[in-house]
């Protein structure tokens, strides 16, 4: 069965940190490109970060580049998005994804004084 299941949103001042993680099961996560997207309040989904299989790659929205850094960990199944720098629009709700077409259930992310 896959399984990704995102974790680490909350409430965050602006300009602080969060560190999302998505954990995969079910299939071949070494093998795939794997990305973060969000969708804002009222808004569509849109694209945050991706990664390539083996990390030699990424790629940023460019709402977030220098403030975000997405990474991986193979063996252990892992993905990341640490998140720096904090505004009020990046408030959404995060979702990890993998290329064949999986995703996870998503983790609020809310910055607010």
């Known amino acids: 069965q896959v399984q990704l299941v995102e974790s680490g949103g909350g409430l965050v001042q602006p300009g602080g940190s969060l560190r999302l993680s998505c954990a995969a099961s079910?299939?071949?996560?070494?093998?795939?490109?794997m990305s973060w997207y969000r969708q804002p309040p009222g808004k569509g989904r849109e694209f945050v970060a991706q990664i390539t299989s083996n990390s030699e790659t990424t790629h940023y929205a460019d709402s977030v580049k220098g403030r975000f850094t997405i990474s991986r960990d193979n063996p252990k199944n892992m993905m990341y998005l640490q998140m720096s720098d904090l505004k009020p629009e990046d408030t959404a709700v995060y979702y990890c994804?993998?290329?064949?077409?999986?995703w996870g259930q998503g983790t609020q992310v809310t910055v607010s004084s």
């Open positions: 079910g299939f071949t996560f070494s093998s795939q490109l």
């Open positions: 994804t993998a290329w064949a077409g999986y």
